[in-house]
C-alpha cells in the first residue's frame, strides 16, 4: 500500500470514528431529559 491508501484509510476510519461519538453522545440516556426539554417547551407554549 502506498502513503496516498493509507491516508485514505485514516480518514475514513477517523470520519467513522467522529460519527460514532455522535450517535452515541446523542442517544445516551443520561442526556436524554435536557435534549427532550425543548420539545416539551414548545408544546407548553401552544
Do not use: H, Q, W
Not at 485514505?8 to 453522545?25: D, K, M, Q
Not at 442517544?27 to 407554549?45: F, S, V
Amino acid at each position: 500500500m502506498d502513503m496516498a491508501s493509507i491516508l485514505y484509510l485514516a480518514v475514513t476510519f477517523g470520519l467513522f470514528v467522529v460519527f460514532v461519538l455522535i450517535v452515541r453522545n446523542t442517544y445516551r440516556r443520561r442526556n436524554k431529559d435536557a435534549k427532550e426539554a425543548p420539545k416539551y417547551r414548545m408544546m407548553d407554549d401552544d
